[in-house]
C-alpha cells in the first residue's frame, strides 16, 4: 500500500511498504549494526553472557564446583560470566549437531547434586565490551533481572555517531539486542539435552534468542534512474528511548513479538534521528536484482514503535539526500493514512524504484529464532 507521496519535479516520490517475517539467513562476518542469527554471533560479538539461580531465587546464584557438587575455595558467583564460541566441538559423534558454547571461566558449573533443584537461567548479547557505543552497558542482575525469568531494562538508540570523514554512520553503532531466560528449569526436565554416557557425559541447555529491537534496511531498485548517486538517508521523528520487558510467560509463541514489549509512559517526545552516509553510485548497467544500499553492518536497528495518527510516533519520516548532478533532499512519511508498527525481530526492508519517478517501497523478511546450546 502506498504510504506517502509527493510531486518531484514533474514526477512522483512513494514511500510503501509490504509485511513478511524476517529472513534468518547467515550473514558474513560484520560488525556492529549487523543483524545476529545462528551462524554469525560467535563472528560478530564473539561472546554472550549467562546468570543461573539456584530456585529462581535472584540472591542465589549458582557457584563454580567440581564434579562432586562441593564449592571451590574461592567459587565465583555465575553472574554475567561471559561464554565465548567453542569451535572445537566435542569427540563424542553424538554431539556432532549441536555448537557448543563454554565459559571462558577457569572453574566449571555443575547441576546441583540434588536433581529436582530448578535453576532459573538469564542471557544475553551484545556484553559491553562489544557494543562499540556508549549507550548499551549491557544487564546486570540487581538491575534487570526479575523473578519468573522476566528481563527488563532501559535503552537509548546511539545517534550522532561519525566516521573519519565526520560524516553520519549511526546504523554501524547499533548493535542488535538479544535477550532469553529460561525459568525453573530442572536436570530431569525433557528439554535437557544429554550427550554421551559414563565419565564423559554431559548435558546442554538450550537458549533460543530473541530480538528486542526492528531492523530498518534499504535497498535500491534494478530500475532505477541510472545518474543518481544516494548520498544518505535520515529517520527522524522517532522514539530515541523506552522501557523493554522480556516475559518468558507472556506466550507459547515463537517469536521476538510474542515475549517482548516496549513502554514509552516516561517518554515524552519523538526525538529520534538516525542517519547513515552510504554515497551509493547506481552502477551504469541495471543489476539483475535490487542490489543492498550499504552493507549488513548499516541495518538500522531501532526501538519498536507504532506509527500513523494515534501512533507512539505519529510524525516519523525519511529523508534522501541524493544527487543527479544536483544535490537534493527529499521527506517522506515512514507511515500509512492509518496505522504501521514495526515490531521486535522483524526486518523492514525499503527499496528506492523507478527509472523516471523515485519510489520506495517496503518490506519484511522471514523471522526464525535461534538456537545456541
Same mark, same amino acid.
Given at each position: ?57 535472584? @540472591? ?7 564434579? =562432586? ?7 565465583? @558467583? ?22 557448543? $558454547? !563454554?565459559?571462558?571461566?577457569? =572453574?566449571?558449573?555443575? $547441576? ?19 557494543? +562499540?557505543?556508549? *549507550? %548499551?552497558? =549491557? ?9 519468573? +525469568? ?14 573519519? @570523514? *565526520?560524516? /553520519? ?55 532505477? !534512474? ?84 494515534? =501512533? ?15 544535490? /537534493? ?9 492509518? @496505522?504501521?508498527? %514495526? ?10 524504484? +523507478? ?9 519484511? +523478511? ?5 538456537? $545456541?546450546?
Amino acid at each position: 500500500h502506498v504510504v506517502d507521496s509527493i510531486e518531484l519535479e514533474g514526477n512522483t516520490l512513494y514511500l510503501t511498504c509490504t509485511i513478511t517475517d524476517i529472513d534468518e539467513s547467515a550473514e558474513p562476518a560484520a560488525t556492529r549494526g549487523t543483524i545476529i542469527s545462528t551462524d554469525n554471533l560467535s563472528s560478530v560479538y564473539g561472546q554472550f553472557n549467562v546468570s543461573a539461580y539456584v530456585n529462581g531465587n535472584l @540472591s542465589t546464584p549458582l557457584t563454580e564446583t567440581d564434579k =562432586g557438587g562441593n564449592a571451590l575455595t574461592s567459587p565465583a @558467583s555465575y553472574v554475567n560470566i561471559p561464554y565465548v564460541f567453542d569451535k572445537t566441538y566435542t569427540d563424542d559423534a553424538s554431539s556432532a549437531t549441536y555448537k557448543l $558454547w !563454554k565459559t571462558s571461566s577457569t =572453574g566449571s558449573f555443575h $547441576w546441583p547434586l540434588d536433581q529436582n533443584v530448578p535453576l532459573t537461567f538469564y542471557a544475553y548479547a551484545p556484553t559491553s565490551a562489544y557494543t +562499540g557505543t556508549d *549507550s %548499551w552497558a =549491557g544487564l546486570t542482575p540487581a538491575n534487570n533481572f526479575k523473578t519468573g +525469568g522476566v528481563i527488563e531494562f532501559d535503552y537509548t538508540v546511539p545517534t550522532n555517531k561519525t566516521n573519519s @570523514s *565526520s560524516k /553520519r554512520v549511526d546504523a554501524e553503532y547499533q548493535p542488535d539486542i538479544l535477550v532469553t531466560s529460561i525459568p525453573s528449569i530442572k536436570r530431569t526436565d525433557s528439554n535437557i539435552i544429554n550427550v554421551g554416557e559414563g565419565s564423559t557425559a554431559f548435558c546442554i541447555v538450550p537458549l533460543t534468542f530473541y530480538h528486542a529491537l526492528a531492523a530498518v534496511d534499504f535497498k535500491v531498485g534494478a530500475d532505477l !534512474k541510472r545518474d543518481i548517486t544516494i548520498n544518505s538517508l535520515k529517520l527522524f521523528g522517532l522514539k530515541a528511548s523506552g522501557k523493554c520487558t522480556f516475559d518468558p510467560s507472556a506466550t507459547t509463541g515463537s517469536q521476538s513479538a510474542d515475549y517482548i514489549s516496549w513502554d514509552f509512559t516516561d517518554v515524552t517526545d519523538n526525538t529520534g534521528s538516525y542517519c547513515q552516509t552510504y554515497d551509493y553510485e547506481v552502477p551504469a548497467t541495471a543489476p539483475a536484482t535490487d542490489p543492498a544500499l550499504g552493507s549488513a553492518s548499516q541495518t538500522f536497528m531501532l526501538i519498536p514503535q507504532t506509527f500513523g495518527p494515534s =501512533g507512539d510516533a505519529p510524525e516519523a519520516k525519511v529523508t534522501i539526500t541524493y544527487n543527479d548532478t544536483y544535490a /537534493r533532499t527529499k521527506t517522506v512519511s515512514l507511515h500509512a493514512t492509518g @496505522s504501521m508498527a %514495526w515490531l521486535p525481530g522483524k526486518k523492514y526492508t525499503y527499496t528506492i524504484t +523507478g527509472s523516471l519517478d523515485l519510489k520506495l517501497t517496503g518490506g519484511l +523478511g522471514p523471522y526464525e529464532p535461534g538456537w $545456541w546450546d
